[in-house]
């Protein structure tokens, strides 16, 4: 790989800074300063801009815990993005794997290997979504065969995927989707009659949200959990 790109590789700067900071003899291979671009690094090299050493960033696999009024977006806008949170390079490269609403919290998946994101928001892969769901008024009796069956919801031509329920309370609920309309969760329920004050999101296929993680928090998932994605 040429120096400069693997300058820009590694810390997200243009082509055209990268020259620049060669140019002013900020980078060392090895010990020694370089400033030709086109010379031909490997991995064994230690290479270093103002002395701190470089090197290429991996594809990251990111749980986090998403906290209200934030939006799964790649700015700020009505309310802050939930990447200003992440002490991470090249935010820009990261994407969602299931975006959650603004005033959504929970488990929100970050990444930059988009294979895999496919596999967690494909519909052909029926990777369940289980949301714990917060209601304005108790939920109607019938409600577990309907969600089976499918809702028809407005706007759309097809009826929703089998959806399982599991009722905590009148007004609580558990509910696994496997699929990803916009604003799916509220509008099956508004469906039913109801309204949904309080949506969280627990887990993703075999993937649960850490409960060592407060809202605003996040780690790396595991080796396991990025194979449990199949």
Partial sequence: MRLDKFICESTGLTRALAKRVLKQGEITV?????KDASLKVSPAMVICLEGEPLSLIGIRY????????TLCSNVDEVYPSV???????????????????????????????????????SPKREC???YRIWLAEPLVADAEQQ????????????LTRPAQ???????????TITE???????RMFAALG????????EAIGAIELDAALTEGEWRYLTDAEIASVG
Avoid at 62 to 69: C, E, G, N, R, W
Avoid at 165 to 175: K, N
Avoid at 194 to 201: D, E, Q, S, T, W
Wanted: proline share 2%; net charge negative.
């Fill in 147 to 158: 969600l089976q069956h499918g809702l028809e919801l407005r706007g759309e031509s097809e």
């Fill in 128 to 130: 369940g979504k289980r």
């Fill in 62 to 69: 990111i749980m986090m815990h998403k906290p209200v009024d």
């Fill in 30 to 34: 090895d010990g020694e300063v370089v």
């Fill in 83 to 121: 990447l200003t949170l992440l002490d991470e390079p090249l935010l820009d490269r990261l994407h969602f794997a299931g975006r959650l609403d603004a005033d959504t919290t929970g488990l929100l998946l970050i990444t930059d290997d988009g294979q895999w994101s496919h596999k967690v928001t």
């Fill in 194 to 201: 109801n309204k949904v004050i309080g949506l969280h999101r």
């Fill in 165 to 175: 329920l599991q009722r905590i309370s009148d007004t609580e609920v558990l509910l």
């Fill in 180 to 186: 990803g309309k916009y604003h799916q969760v509220k």
